[in-house]
C-alpha cells in the first residue's frame, strides 16, 4: 500500500492527520501545498494526479487534508485493478481504527457491489 496526504502547510488539521499518519504508516509521501491561504485548484489538481486511471473508492473533497491510499487487488472480481481509497478530511480518519483494515474492508465492499452490479 502506497499512502498520500495532500493538505496546507499552515492547516491545523493537515497537521494532525500527517502526524497520525507518519506513526502508523511507512511508505507515506507528503504533498505540502505552500502559501498562507487555500488554494483548492492546486489541492485538487494534486489529487486528481494521484488518483487518475484508478478505480476510486470513498470520495475526496476540495479541504485539506486529503489522504488517499494506493492498492492493486490480486484475486476474484477485482483482479489486476488499481484502486485509489480516499479518506476526505482529518475528521474522517478519527473515525479509522486501522488503516489497512479500512482499506481492505473498503476494497472487500468494492467487489462485493461489483459482483452484485454484473448480476
Not at 26 to 38: E, F
Not at 99 to 107: A, E, G, I, M, P
Request: proline content about 5%; glycine content about 6%; hydrophobic content about 35%.
Amino acid at each position: 500500500m502506497n499512502w498520500f496526504i495532500v493538505g496546507y502547510a499552515w492547516c491545523p488539521r493537515f497537521q494532525h492527520a500527517q502526524q497520525r499518519l507518519l506513526k502508523e504508516l511507512t511508505n507515506l509521501t507528503i504533498h505540502c501545498i505552500p502559501g498562507h491561504s487555500p488554494n483548492q485548484q492546486l489541492l485538487n489538481q494534486i489529487v486528481h494526479e494521484i488518483i487518475v486511471h484508478r478505480v476510486v473508492i470513498g470520495s475526496h473533497a476540495s479541504t485539506s487534508p486529503q489522504i488517499i491510499c494506493h492498492e492493486c487487488a490480486g484475486n476474484g472480481p477485482r483482479h489486476g485493478k488499481a484502486f485509489a481509497i480516499c479518506i476526505p478530511g482529518d475528521d474522517d480518519l478519527n473515525l479509522i481504527t486501522n488503516l489497512h483494515d479500512f482499506v481492505r474492508t473498503k476494497l472487500a465492499t468494492y467487489s462485493t457491489q461489483s459482483l452484485r452490479r454484473a448480476s
